[in-house]
Structure formats: C-alpha cells, structure tokens
C-alpha cells in the first residue's frame, strides 16, 4: 500500500498536498503519516464537504487529547499546514492556529545531558558487546562518540558512506540531513584519528569500497535506527546510567549533550556567546538558533559559569564605576 494512499473525502486534495512537499525537495514521509491519521478521522466521521470547518477540527483534537502534548502539536502542525493549502481550493477551509492547543502542559520535560563521565564510561562499555573478536564494538564505540563529538542526528549518522568522510581535511558530508538538506561537518584531530583507526579495523574485517555504509551490522548491512537504539539501552543498562524524575536517556541525548557541553566550553574559555551561536546552527543543520536553542540546556555547571560572568561583569562595570562617582 501507498504511503499516500488516503481514503477520506478530501483524499485528492491531501495527495496534491503531498505532492508539491516532496516536490519542494522535503521528505515528508512522517508528517504523512500524521495526515493520514487525520484522513482515517474524518473517514469514520464520513465526511461529505470539500472544506474544513472548526468544528471538525475541534471535534478531531478532541479525540487525541489523550496523546503527548508534543504529539498533539506536531499533528496540528501538519493539519494547518493542509488547511492553508486547501484553503486555495476552498475558501471557506478553516485554518486553526498552532496556539488553539489547551492541553499543551506547562512543564516541559528535560531532556537528559550526559555529563562527560557518562560518555566515557558508556564508550568503554562498548568493548563488551558481543561476540568477541568481532567489528560490533569498535562499531558501535565510533558511532556512539561520533554522536557526542559531532552533534549529528542519529539518521545522519547511520546514512553516512566511506566516501562521504573527507579525512584530509578534517571534515564529512552529510548528505541525507533533515529536510534532506547537505551539509558540511568539520571535525576535530582526535575525532579524525579515531575514524583511521576504526576504518583500518573495518578493512580487516571487509574491504572497504567508497559507496559502502561507514556503519555495518554483523551481517555487512548498514546499521538500522532500532538495533542502534536497542544497543544503546542495554549499553546503558550496563553502565547503570538511570532516568531522573525529570529526563531520560535517549539516544538523541548525544545531540543535546553535544550542544549543552559547547556553550559551556565557550563560557570557560571567555568567547562570545551570541556571535558563535548562528556558527552553532549552522554546524548542527538548523535555519537559524530558533531551532538551536532547544538543544542549551542549563546544566549546573553551565549556570555557575554564567553566574561567573555576571559576577565578574558586575565587579567591573558596576562597583568600580561606583567608586569613581
């Protein structure tokens, strides 16, 4: 079956809306699915008009009401976004606002951030993964710090080939980013050597030809989001590294540690925050810091280095200017 195969009234409409995403370049293949969660919906409520009102829209997310807040936004999110393109069909279409959302909860959950030990003792825990003499561990050790050293999301990662690494001068190219957006990555020395050395394992292994995954499985298939994620959790299991009462370790939690632990080294080293965050964007494949910003987290050593600052600026420009009065 089609993964734009609707069935509602509005079925001509919700592929033509499909279409034009894709052909904008946008791999739209999640927010379909949402769409045709909304298709299924309006289905059962056998609707007849060729436009939607609010009542519809109400009456819809009313019955995901029980879902996640982010869950019920990203579903609006996309509903909106077909709402504006049917309304040049149909101009009596209602297009609801992102804000109509009344269940959204005020507390929004913290994402966890890995503190440098964790990292450590995670990466060094790789070495017990099973079966011995075998390419998983240095795989999944070089993928795990990748994640860490990089920022990159986690597919990114996974869709990299051995030609897509530009060792030479320190870089890789992302070449299937979010949006599917490319991109290059610099990279730091230490993060170089590590790939030699894991690309020297894997020759011995399989011979490496340019157009192979970087990542491989034991059957010599590039590595899949859920055994990767399956992988982590035992790894973090092992290393005894634990959900808090506010966030839980997650894969992605590389990306934000990654994020959170470069803000605090430009802190420590005195840099110019704002003028380093669009670098900080651009680097980890966002439009601009809006989306970036999700990522800094206020850890508490990023906050007693931001209290620093404060104290040292207020020192300064505040008590000795005082005195001079």
Not at 257 to 277: C, P
């Amino acid at each position: 079956m089609s993964d734009c195969e609707f069935h509602s009234c509005l079925r001509e409409y919700m592929e033509s809306f499909v279409a034009l995403r894709r052909m904008s370049g946008t791999d739209y293949q999640s927010q379909t699915k949402l769409l045709k969660y909304f298709d299924n919906f309006l289905r059962k409520e056998n609707l007849r008009a060729t436009f939607l009102s609010q009542g519809i829209v109400d009456s819809y997310l009313s019955s995901i009401s029980h879902l996640s807040p982010r869950s019920q936004q990203n579903r609006l999110s996309v509903i909106r976004q077909f709402c504006c393109h049917l309304s040049l069909f149909e101009s009596h279409c209602y297009i609801p606002e992102l804000r109509s959302i009344k269940n959204i909860s005020s507390t929004s959950y913290m994402p966890f951030i890995f503190s440098k030990d964790q990292v450590r003792r995670l990466l060094a825990t790789c070495s017990s993964l099973l079966p011995e003499n075998s390419l998983r561990p240095y795989t999944y050790r070089m993928l795990f710090g990748l994640l860490y050293t990089t920022g990159l999301r986690v597919r990114e990662a996974l869709f990299l080939d051995i030609h897509d690494l530009h060792l030479e001068s320190n870089r890789l190219y992302v070449r299937k980013g979010k949006f599917s957006k490319q991109r290059w990555v610099p990279l730091s020395t230490s993060t170089c050597s590590m790939l030699i050395k894991y690309l020297a394992i894997r020759q011995n292994t399989l011979a490496i030809t340019p157009d192979a995954p970087l990542f491989i499985n034991l059957k010599f298939k590039r590595l899949n989001y859920s055994n990767v994620n399956y992988t982590f959790n035992c790894l973090l299991n092992q290393c005894n590294i634990t959900e808090s009462k506010t966030s839980k370790p997650v894969i992605y939690s590389f990306r934000h540690s990654f994020a959170t632990h470069r803000l605090l080294e430009w802190y420590q080293d005195g840099k110019d925050i704002n003028s380093r965050l669009p670098a900080l964007a651009t680097y980890m494949g966002h439009v601009d810091i809006r989306s970036t910003q999700a990522y800094l987290h206020a850890t508490a050593e990023l906050l007693e280095q931001t209290n620093q600052k404060f104290l040292a600026y207020f020192r300064q420009n505040i008590v000795k200017g005082s005195e001079h009065e």
